[in-house]
């Protein structure tokens, strides 16, 4: 979306006139018209008093509509599998430095025989049952509610050590940024 469709769309939203926007901005019908159709490009002086006008930061009009907000519906969720265990695992969001999903784990099973690594960061949460968490030398049990992090580049492992399946959440970040739809 460019920042007149932007503009047009709150303004809409939001039940505004562009004469009211104009008694608010001092800014011509005739120039607001154009902007949001694109036929002019306003000064940054400019998007400022229609932002707040419309009553919105300057930065959301200035997005891109890949950096705007994203939604996905449950229903719409991606779904993969991973490890030799065939881990269920729920895509939620992604951002061009990071992702977040839902891993299903059923009893007994692990993200592996061995630990593994690889680039980013990750923060765990617990979200049902209970699993073993390993990092090198550390070894914890965290059960429902319980959160846990780790840089990703040092081996690690998750394994169900309860009697019933493990949901947990988990988001990775990376400095780098990643084409996430790539999995």
Known sequence: MDIGSTIRSIRKRKNITI?????????????????????????????????????VPLAYLLLKKEEQMQIIRKEDRKQTSSGPDELKVSHLATTKHGRMMIVEMPPGSSTGEEPHAHEGEEVHLVMKGTILA??????????????????????????????????????????????????
């Open 134 to 183: 390993e990092q090198g030398e550390d070894e914890i049990v965290l059960t429902e509610g319980d959160s846990f992090s780790w840089n990703a580049c040092t081996p690690h492992k998750v394994k169900n050590i309860g009697e019933e399946t493990a949901l947990i959440m988990i988001s990775v970040y990376t400095d780098e940024p990643k084409d996430w739809t790539v999995l």
């Open 19 to 55: 004469a009211q926007i104009c008694e608010m901005t001092g800014l011509s019908q005739g120039f607001m018209s154009q902007v949001e159709t694109n036929k002019t490009s306003p000064s940054i002086a400019t998007l400022e008093h229609i932002a707040g006008a419309l009553g």
